[in-house]
């Protein structure tokens, strides 16, 4: 959530007019100039309830068996002593915040610094005196002395309790988001090959992020205006002020229509985990954005748009990807025979504002690659895009086509992070509302 | 009359109640926003489902000040002249026909044009003033002596364009014509836009303004509007009424039924003088509740079993 600095001076201001004896009242005021969409308050929610969670601080003493035994607070006790003794749960909450806000809890970024945060708050509220009176009481043989030493160690310990529950709390709060940044960072850039299930969770939520980014970028339908057609009634509604002279004159626009995209997918193994994702970003866009079709192959070529458009993306790409229901035949992929089989059904569907997509590693098991094909697809669309999983060092090493390809391919790019698939779909994006 | 709004918005409790008295009811959370819109002295931006309110707290909070409605309400081509204000070219054109003797008298006497034209510069604001101004909405907001609440509504269908433009408007309250000059707020309106989310809007425009999400309302909220605005029907009906709607809104439907759908339902119950809910009853009266033919399939599905429930 990105909040600016005037909406802090706001937020000041509002709890300057509301207060903050209520704690419900404060949340909505606060939440109402901070929050400014419905994600937005949901995350404040969780974040309100986090930070001014009531502490539950148990009374260290409370359960102890004699309750007329009250310990009394001599002179020499330390300060803690007597605090846990005489004071009230609300003084030691207070004292274990202030000791909080002493060591800087607030820069907290790692599970193990919750330990060494402890330790400090601790020492800040004055443990080694509290461990001296419990040694001293300890040292005295008088069986009250004893009492009240297990009585302190009791204490002792249950404020240990809080302040590492404290702490535990304070991690989520500040150190959270920074962990989870770094992981974010390290997945968009991670090979998509070599994920495994436990991550495919997290790619989701990241892709839904970058789709959010993307689908708010280009919403805005920008129009062009194509001068030589007047438009009439515009002019004449703009030159009212000059009584219909044509003065000022309007021209008729056109707006922007949103790119053609066919994608060919290839389900082999190897490039399973690419095509699955490049997919599910594609059918995130908005659908006033991109109008997709979408083909998968193997030996064959088989169309998959109905599949893909009704439902979930999620499960009907699990099920297309295991081979089933679509008639694609998992054999070696050839990928000549797929393009004869494109040219021949679909090649009328191919526009001149048709941008083609091709992912697959252009290992044809040395079968015929049937350039030639490639070439008139090439010349009948806007332009033709290859996406690579392989890095380009072994594009053309084996049975990698990957060379004779790529004279008619406008664009070969490699293609196997997130960030890869991001700039691919930017670009798509972009180059059409020029 | 400054003084008695500040008494009506002394605490969010006399908000709630004034609210209610004038037929609105809502949560705390509104009240809470209304409350610090008035002393920041910031707009609100509404946000939520069709149907929900948006508008009518708009209304009802303009019959709680005492004070008239504004609205305007947005599509895309919106541009300013039909938001702000246009010259009366008509009038302008009149008047320089019919005065054109008295024009003549004036230059008249003058030789030469360059004396003509510095003649003409003493009249020179003439057909440029307040007179030949055609204010319109948002111009009148900023007009009213006593104040007034400006309605802007479904600001999300107008374009980027008109978002720009409100900007200087929302947060200083103030216009330029460049003829005229600066034309301030005499008292600050108060500023309800209401957005159906159809796009989001800009951040800018978020920052200036107090955010407030209107949900769907919880069951008890909803028998309290439906008893404020459809009295006359029992409690028994009314109970069984909400149940039921508050089951269809978890079907998967393409529009869930709104506040709005909610209240004309009870009022066609309420003029059919049905005592108790049955299957055959609601399946004729479905059409004031969903509006696509799918989701009256789906519900009719399901009818028996939720009729049952509500009971």
């Known amino acids: ?82 605090l846990l003794v005489s004071g009230t749960t609300a003084d030691l909450a207070m004292s274990v915040r202030e000791a909080a806000r002493a060591v800087d809890v607030a820069g907290i970024r790692f599970f193990f610094q919750r330990g060494p945060y402890i330790q400090r708050i601790l020492h800040h509220m004055g443990l080694a005196g509290l461990d001296h009176d419990i040694e001293m009481a300890h040292g005295k043989d008088r069986p009250a002395s004893q009492r009240r030493a297990k009585i302190l160690e009791l204490a002792r310990s ?52 970058m789709l959010k980014h993307l689908n708010s970028l280009y919403a805005r339908r920008r129009k062009t205006s194509k001068r030589g057609q007047l438009n009439f009634k515009r002019t004449l509604r703009a030159n009212i002020a000059f009584d219909g002279l044509l003065f000022d004159r309007r021209w008729k626009a056109k707006k922007i229509d949103r790119p053609d995209i066919i994608v060919l997918c290839d389900v082999s193994r190897s490039v399973n985990a690419v095509v699955r994702f490049l997919l599910l970003f594609l059918y995130g866009l908005n659908q006033t954005l991109v109008k997709i079709r979408s083909f998968i192959f193997c030996s064959n070529l088989v169309e998959v748009t109905g599949i893909l458009d009704s439902g979930l993306v999620g499960e009907a790409l699990a099920r297309m990807l295991s081979g089933a229901e679509t008639g694609v035949l998992m054999g070696l992929t050839d990928y000549g025979e797929v393009f004869r089989e494109f040219e021949e059904k679909w090649l009328d569907t191919v526009t001149g504002k048709t941008s083609v997509i091709i992912l697959g590693d252009a290992r044809n098991n040395y079968g015929d690659p049937q350039t030639e094909v490639l070439k008139t697809i090439y010349r009948r669309c806007k332009r033709l895009i290859w996406l690579n999983p392989e890095s380009r060092s072994i594009w053309g090493t084996g049975d990698s086509e990957m060379n004779r390809y790529s004279p008619f391919c406008h664009l070969a790019k490699e293609c196997n992070t997130l960030r890869h698939l991001e700039r691919v779909v930017h670009a798509l994006l972009q180059y059409s509302l020029n | 009359m400054q003084r008695e709004h500040a008494r009506k918005f002394a605490t969010r409790e006399s908000i709630l109640q004034g609210l209610q008295e004038v037929g609105y009811i809502c949560a705390g959370e509104i009240a809470t926003t209304l409350f610090l819109a008035y002393h920041l002295e910031k707009p609100i931006l509404v946000e939520g489902p069709a149907g929900v309110g948006k508008t009518e707290l708009a209304k009802a909070a303009a019959a709680f000040l005492g004070l008239p409605l504004i609205r305007l309400q947005c599509y895309e081509g919106l541009d300013e002249s039909k938001v702000l204000y246009e010259w009366k070219y008509g009038k ?44 319109r909405p948002l111009l009148k907001a900023l007009q009213e002596k006593d104040g007034v609440v400006l309605l802007v509504d479904e600001v999300d269908k107008a374009d980027q364009e008109f978002e720009a433009f409100l900007l200087e408007i929302l947060s200083d309250f103030q216009i330029s014509i460049p003829e005229i000059g600066t034309i301030k707020a005499l008292s600050k309106p108060f500023v309800f836009l209401t957005s159906n989310n159809t796009r989001e809007m800009s951040e800018a425009l978020k920052r200036r303004c107090l955010y407030l999400f209107i949900p769907f309302p919880d069951p008890k909220m909803e028998r309290e509007i439906v008893r404020t605005h459809v009295p006359g029907l029992s409690e028994r009906l009314r109970t069984q009424l909400i149940s039921f709607i508050q089951q269809v809104r978890e079907l998967d439907l393409r529009k869930a039924p709104s506040v709005g759908e909610t209240i004309d339902w009870a009022r066609t119950l309420a003029l059919l003088h049905t005592d108790i809910l049955n299957p055959d009853l609601v399946r004729e009266t479905l059409n004031t509740v969903l509006k696509f033919q799918e989701d009256i399939h789906l519900v009719e599905d399901h009818l028996q079993k939720m009729t049952q429930k509500a009971l």
């Open chain 1, 158 to 209: 249950r404020l240990f309790e809080n302040v590492k529950s404290f702490v535990g709390r304070q991690y989520t709060l500040f150190a959270g988001s920074s962990t989870e940044g770094a992981l974010e960072e390290y997945l968009r850039n991670a090979r998509l090959s070599e994920l495994e299930e436990r991550d495919f969770h997290r790619m989701y939520s990241i892709i839904q992020k």
């Open chain 2, 92 to 135: 302008q054109l009149l008047y320089t026909q019919i005065l054109r003797d008295k024009l003549d008298d004036i230059v008249g006497s003058s030789s030469g044009l360059t004396e003509s034209v510095q003649k003409l510069h003493q009249y020179d604001d003439m057909f440029f003033s307040p007179h030949f101004l055609e204010p």
């Open chain 1, 1 to 82: 959530m990105r909040i600016s600095v005037a909406e802090c001076v706001d937020a000041m201001r509002a709890v300057d007019l509301v207060g903050y004896a209520d704690r419900q009242r404060l949340g909505e005021a606060l939440s109402s100039v901070l929050a400014k969409s419905s994600d937005e308050k949901e995350v404040f929610k969780i974040t309100f309830e986090r930070f001014f969670s009531s502490e539950g601080f148990p009374d260290p003493c409370q359960g102890i068996e004699d309750a007329s035994i009250r310990l009394d607070l001599r002179a020499s006790d330390s300060t803690l002593t007597g």
